[in-house]
């Protein structure tokens, strides 16, 4: 059985690994979220109003949901090693978190291929190369 000395030494030792983890997100902020709304719909009357300002507002959701995706598995993955680790040896929890870990990498695995995939039939549809086809306008 652990301990709750044992607990928190292992909180202790992973606080700063996560902290580290997520330290270089915080810091590159400026290239994660961004507004999903172009700029220019805001100041034109009538909004968004070329094929332009909808491709770029798609970009602006998948980039978005990509990103908040991202952080959201990272943050899951920290608590499937946190059940792993405090599992205490009793099989149904180590196989939980084991589920868990599996689980988020089939996710994460889906979301990145759904984007692969699209980015891939969009480049060949408007002829552009590698991650280029959000920039035809």
Known sequence: CMTLTRKLAALILLLPIFFAAI??????????????VPANCNT??????SICDFAKLAQNVLNDGIFF????SAIFF????W?????EGQP????SA???????LIGLLLIVGAWLLVDT??????????LQWNRIC
């Open 23 to 36: 330290m270089p997100m915080v810091a590159l902020a400026q290239g994660g979220l961004v507004t999903i």
């Open 44 to 49: 034109q009357p009538g909004g968004c109003q």
């Open 69 to 72: 995706a991202i952080v959201v």
């Open 78 to 81: 920290a608590w499937a090693g």
């Open 83 to 87: 059940q792993y680790m405090t599992a």
């Open 92 to 95: 149904y929890k180590i196989k």
């Open 98 to 104: 084991k589920k868990m870990f599996r689980n988020i």
């Open 121 to 130: 039939l969009i480049s060949s549809l408007t002829g552009t190369s590698g």
